[in-house]
């Protein structure tokens, strides 16, 4: 169970992994999630399904290295398997065919915009992605981007690879252009996804933002990984976690993203003075 | 029953009751009068022939007493420990009319303790095998009742639990010094000694739908337990340090969080905590917070001591540990600070008015008695609503406007044929014993329906399943 068949190192802190999980790979759909554990000891994480086939029964993980936990699981090789994988969690994203779709995406924020990507061009869209990171080496899933899309534009922050700038100035350029647009997606780092729907706003242009808060259970049971959207509280891992950006309290949410900073410092502090890696 | 010193329990997780030697249950089942129509076999929602269990007791066949007990009961060491037995067996028991009653529950923990520790668990002899297959959702009180039930009658049972571990709100819910457990695993391992399969990280609804389960299986019990966690809905409540009793206490049992960062999951170290609501997941909340470390930590009940829904021994233990309790006080407004951590609380001062419609008197807020307290954590444990997974992808499946599954009280057969279902997701938040009950009941329907056997004449059962529920 849980096996992992395919290892890549997509850039420095980032980390993809292939693992078997049959029944997963049959039901997901675009924008659901998965909920890992990676030990006995180990916390339950949210992450990503960035990709998943079927027929191989395998899910593709994607994630960046911040803390402990993701930091332990990209110590895991070919061969090793996750201890828990629970999912598909979350509801999946409402597809069809919207006319053009603008799938804004911001660094590890790429993985989950690429199942939905591709399912949105799937279902007959016109899909103008764009794609940021903070420079060049850090910036993932270019190939497999540019396949889920009809049309794929880059940026990064340092101007190494790309527009010089952010996701939003691209968009903010299509705009401009007169470029028609029905629908957005922006999933990234919180200030990118707050960024994008301050600009969007400005043309009440619709974006569906997919958030990534702290969870536990990830089935409605904790009510960690709530959030304020519309001023009502919300459970991303049940009502979620896709909502209208432009109703998402973003200044909560980055509160509420901190809420054990000093603890995750220690955990991660604990890891590397240990060896890191080799506590697997 | 000698139990941990208040003093050096509150630092520790450890059990607090040391339970019985087997002297001094020989002592208590003395005390039993044998009945010859025992009312305490009526008060148990599982019908547990308590004076046999307890002559056993007497005549020193400890591993016979648990055998007895197991025969009705397949969790004796979790029900001994969680059990209200003193408003079921106990508060009936005829030596309480002039005496205190027998201590059933404390002899029923004895029983199990002592064949567990002793290494005497045997397996029971199973009914042939009927080449039926039965579905559970969800490995809590109600599902493995259900489990062992069907397992016993020769039926192929396989539950599937959405967590990484079994037990439910044994593992997640209730903490340590309560239920230790070693005992929630070693039970659970008797349930699968009888056959039972076990698939972890499985949420039915997402994973597979309850309509992909009846494919393979003959029937299917719905034990999902207790959903979403109900807030205040005032403000600040989604102020860092302010959590459901369901998260902190899924943190620091399932997830070891009190023993950070040898486990990694975090769990905020907190100095004055406020607990909100007066049940007993309020209590476990509160003597949780005091053991891992906060200096002050007090209950906020918003009617007396007296309507307070926790079991009298658990407030006892509480305030023994130094848990202040707040009564008649009702929080309207959690503050914060810039950084969006909690600082503090407004109150208001209650009284209580006319009885509303659970009987308990309603507590009416005094005008202009707005109070603060200084608090940096909260814990909100006014209870849960139904989790909508299962209901939202089983079509033909009936709910309430609350989002419980609608169950027959007799059968526990839900709307959908070959589908049944019991537990906190029917009657919402209620107790372990109830949800065992009402296992017991769905385990006997689902064999009648895979064998094809006619339903009884409800009648006389109607009487009894009634008067039992609003227990």
């Known amino acids: 169970m849980n096996n992992i068949l395919k290892k890549r190192i997509l850039a420095d802190d980032m980390k993809e992994l292939v693992v078997e999980s049959p029944q997963i790979a049959k039901v997901r759909k675009a924008g659901q999630f998965v909920i890992v554990r990676a030990n006995e000891t180990g916390e339950r994480i949210p992450l990503t399904i960035a990709d998943a086939d079927a027929e191989a029964g395998t899910i593709t993980l994607i994630f960046q290295e911040v803390g402990k936990s993701t930091m332990l699981l990209g110590c895991f090789e070919e061969g090793d398997s996750i201890l828990d994988v629970v999912g598909p969690l979350g509801k999946p994203t409402h597809i069809e065919n919207f006319g053009t779709v603008v799938c804004m995406g911001g660094g590890a924020g790429i993985a989950p915009l690429h199942p939905i990507a591709k399912a949105l061009k799937e279902a007959g869209n016109r899909v103008i992605s764009i794609i940021g990171a903070r420079t060049e080496d850090l910036l993932i899933m270019q190939k497999r981007m540019k396949e889920a899309s ?30 028609k647009i029905n629908l957005c997606f922006a999933i990234g780092p919180i200030p990118m996804m707050a960024a994008a729907c301050r600009l969007t706003k400005k043309y009440d242009l619709h974006t569906v933002v997919s958030l990534n808060p ?24 049940v009502d979620g976690p896709e909502f209208d950006g432009h109703e998402v309290d973003f200044t909560e949410m980055v509160k509420r993203s901190r809420a054990y900073l000093p603890q995750e410092r220690e955990s991660k502090d604990r890891f590397i003075h240990e060896g890191g890696c080799c506590h697997k | 029953m000698p139990e941990q010193d208040p003093d050096i329990r509150r630092h520790n997780f450890e059990e607090v009751p040391f339970g019985y030697t ?71 028991c005829v030596t309480g009319i002039k005496d205190t009653p027998v201590a059933i529950g404390r002899l029923e923990r004895f029983a199990a303790d002592y064949e567990r520790e002793n290494n005497l668990i045997e397996i029971p002899d199973k009914a042939p095998a009927t080449g039926k297959k039965a579905a559970i959702v969800g490995a809590g009180p109600a599902g493995l009742t259900v489990a062992g039930e069907l397992a016993k009658l020769g039926h192929e049972v396989t539950i599937y639990e959405a967590l990484h571990q079994p037990g439910g709100v044994l593992m997640y819910g209730i903490p340590e010094f309560r239920l230790p457990k070693a005992i929630v695993n070693s039970e659970v391992e008797y349930v699968k000694k009888l056959g039972v399969k076990i698939v972890y990280n499985a949420v039915i609804g997402r994973y597979m739908a309850v ?27 989604n102020l860092n340090g302010v959590y459901s009793a369901n998260e902190y206490l899924t943190r620091s049992n399932l997830m070891k969080a009190y023993r950070f960062p040898e486990y990694d999951t975090p769990i905020i170290k907190s100095k004055k905590v406020a607990v909100l609501g007066g049940g007993n997941v309020a209590m ?10 906060a200096e002050e930590v007090s209950i906020i009940y918003r009617r007396s001591r007296k309507e307070m829904p926790a079991r009298i021994e658990e407030v006892h233990h509480a305030e023994e540990e130094g848990i202040i309790l707040e009564l008649l006080t009702n929080p309207i407004e959690i503050y914060g600070d810039e950084d969006g951590w909690v600082t503090g609380m407004k109150c208001l001062r209650m009284e209580l008015g006319e009885p509303d419609a659970s009987g308990r008197r309603r507590p009416v807020p005094i005008e202009g008695s707005e109070f603060d307290i200084e608090v940096d954590t909260v814990v909100v444990s006014i209870g849960n609503g139904a989790n909508p997974l299962v209901p939202q992808t089983t079509p033909g499946l009936d709910t309430n406007k609350w989002g419980n599954i609608l169950a027959d009280d007799n059968t526990a057969a839900t709307s959908k044929p070959g589908v049944y279902a019991g537990g906190d997701i029917v009657i919402g938040a209620a107790t372990v014993i109830l949800a065992m009950g ?31 529920k609003k227990k």
Not at chain 1, 156 to 175: M, Y
Not at chain 1, 214 to 237: E, L, P, S, W, Y
Not at chain 2, 284 to 293: H, K, N, Q, V
């Open chain 1, 150 to 179: 009809t049309e794929l534009l880059i940026s990064t922050d340092d101007g190494s690879f790309g527009v010089h700038g952010f996701v939003t100035d691209i968009l903010q350029s299509l705009i401009d252009k007169g470029e």
């Open chain 1, 214 to 237: 702290i969870m536990v259970d990830g089935t409605g049971m904790c009510g960690a990984c709530r959030v304020t959207v519309g001023g009502k509280t919300k459970f991303v891992c």
């Open chain 2, 211 to 237: 309509d992909d389960l009846l494919q393979d299986y003959d029937s299917v019990f719905l034990g999902t337990g207790a959903g979403l966690p109900y807030f205040m809905n005032i403000p600040g409540e």
């Open chain 2, 284 to 293: 476990d909340s509160a003597r949780t917070a005091m053991r891992l470390g």
């Open chain 2, 438 to 468: 009402a296992g017991k009941i769905a385990a006997a329907a689902m064999h009648r329906y895979m064998m094809g056997i006619p339903e009884p004449e409800p009648a006389l059962e109607e009487e009894s399943s009634k008067s039992k």
């Open chain 2, 22 to 92: 087997p002297e001094l249950a020989q002592l208590e089942a003395e005390r039993c009068l044998f009945c010859k129509k025992p009312k305490c076999i009526e008060g148990c929602p599982v019908n547990i022939d308590i004076p046999a269990f307890i002559r056993l007791i007497k005549d020193g066949d400890f591993s016979g007493a648990a055998r007895k007990i197991k025969e009705e009961n397949t969790l004796p060491a979790i029900c001994g420990r969680v059990c209200p037995q003193e408003e079921q067996c106990e508060i009936v």
